[in-house]
């Protein structure tokens, strides 16, 4: 089995880190950090052939072969600000498969209604490093550490008990 492209992060430069999920795992050799929209590494990576997490997509299941080896794509970001960022890299977003997460998953991040507005199901609205758990876990692929950051860890593993066994 081939390994998988690093998982690519795109985080918008106006994302707090101080309520970032994913802040302290930027040195992970299987995960790509990138800021939006300046692109301090370089150009905006290349795309093609990954899997972009999103909720109106298709569930994310191992035994896809679209995705088994695809490297994931996940926007780091308000819903407001991922919504511009799926809408100025739309050329890029383009080449990606879209998938989203199986649902029944709870988030166990504290969130006020007003931060919400923008989600299309905010019932199904993860923190981002949840969603990272969640697609890294079906795929089979490391989750070793990812959670260890994760201020909600532990209610996140009580509220998914039932889909974590």
């Known amino acids: 089995m081939p390994t998988p492209p690093p998982t690519v992060i795109i985080r918008h430069r106006k994302e707090r880190l101080s309520k970032c999920s994913l802040h302290g795992l930027e040195s992970r050799p299987d995960l790509s950090f990138h800021t939006f929209p300046e692109f301090r590494d370089g ?7 990954y899997v972009m997490l999103t909720l109106d997509a298709p569930p994310l299941d191992a035994d896809d072969e679209a995705v088994r080896d695809a490297g994931l794509v996940i926007i780091d970001g308000t819903w407001r600000l991922e ?3 799926r809408r100025a890299m739309h050329r890029e977003l ?4 879209p998938r989203s997460l199986p649902t029944g998953w709870v988030t166990a991040y504290p969130r006020r209604q007003t931060e919400q507005t923008e989600c ?9 490093v ?15 550490a990812l959670l260890d950051h994760y201020v909600w860890r532990e209610q996140f593993f009580e509220l998914n008990a039932a889909l974590l066994r």
């Open 94 to 97: 383009f080449h990606c498969t």
């Open 43 to 49: 150009p905006p990576p290349d795309l093609t052939g």
């Open 120 to 128: 299309a199901d905010p019932d199904r609205g993860l923190a981002s």
């Open 83 to 85: 919504q511009r960022i």
């Open 130 to 144: 949840e969603a990272l758990y969640i697609a890294h876990r079906l795929l089979g692929r490391n989750v070793e």
